[in-house]
């Protein structure tokens, strides 16, 4: 499977722009996470690394096990709880938000979470440049900005081509897991997803809440505000 992003004919990883970057208050906890952790856990974006060339980061004991990427994983929680139950497994977390970072690098430390790396950058080049083809055994957008005005749904994160480049990084079986709390997001995720060739839908329509996703902090703010959850999981072929 070809490149998506640039089968496009015009390569532009910065044609969604799925964030804001707020300047909200870092904790005094997550900044000094963030001033005393990010070396050992955080790793540069880098743009020309050759695909492939990740596996040195985790400890050699996680070295061949299954690679889950979570995308947005905000301040962290359902990463991180998903990471001390399966220590035998790669994480490795996107963000953008600095105090979201700090506070993973704050739960990797209590935790003790070694095997957990996390680049801080726009998640789209980040696929596109660092994680080779094939090489994921699954991705985690949870909860996702859902841009509810029509005039921003070209902000969403989850619609091709960005899904087409996730499923060209997923191995043969691996598989996307979305879920959101905004139920036209959730309809139009349903709608792309299935449109694409290389993926096949693991449940028919939406999947039942799988019992190990965590809960996260977006979920839990949704259900106070009385809102149902929507879970997708689509499997690389
Ligand atoms: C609504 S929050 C959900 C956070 C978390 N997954 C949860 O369920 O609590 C969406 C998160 O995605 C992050 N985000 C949005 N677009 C991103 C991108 N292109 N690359 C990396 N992170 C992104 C935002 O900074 C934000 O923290």
């Not at 996307?176 to 449940?203: F, G, K």
Request: hydrophobic share 40%.
């Amino acid at each position: 499977m070809k490149d998506p992003m640039h089968s496009m004919g015009k390569p532009s990883p910065s044609a969604i722009r799925s964030y804001v970057l707020r300047t909200g208050r870092i904790g005094s906890g997550q900044r000094r996470a963030l001033e005393s952790l990010a070396p050992d856990y955080v790793v540069p974006f880098e743009a020309s690394r050759p695909p492939g060339t990740l596996a040195h980061l985790w400890p050699d004991r996680v070295r061949d096990g299954p690679l889950i990427v979570d995308i947005g994983f905000g301040m962290g929680e359902a990463l991180a709880a998903m990471a001390a139950q399966h220590r035998d497994r790669r994480f490795l977390g996107i963000e953008v938000h600095p105090p979201g970072v700090g506070s993973l690098l704050q739960r990797i430390e209590t935790l003790a979470l070694d095997h957990v790396r996390i680049v801080q950058h726009d998640a789209v080049p980040v696929v596109q440049a660092m994680l080779g083809a094939a090489s994921v055994d699954a991705f985690h957008v949870y909860f996702p900005d859902p841009w509810p005005k029509k005039r921003h749904h070209k902000r969403r994160l989850v619609q091709r081509p960005f899904a087409e480049l996730l499923a060209s990084r997923l191995r043969p079986r691996g598989y996307l897991h979305c879920a959101t709390d905004w139920e036209p997001y959730a309809v139009a995720m349903l709608d792309c997803l299935s449109q694409i060739a290389e993926l096949r839908n693991a449940h028919e329509g939406f999947h039942p809440r799988p019992e190990w996703r965590p809960l996260t902090r977006f979920e839990r703010r949704g259900l106070q505000l009385g809102h149902k959850v929507w879970d997708l999981i689509f499997r690389r072929i």
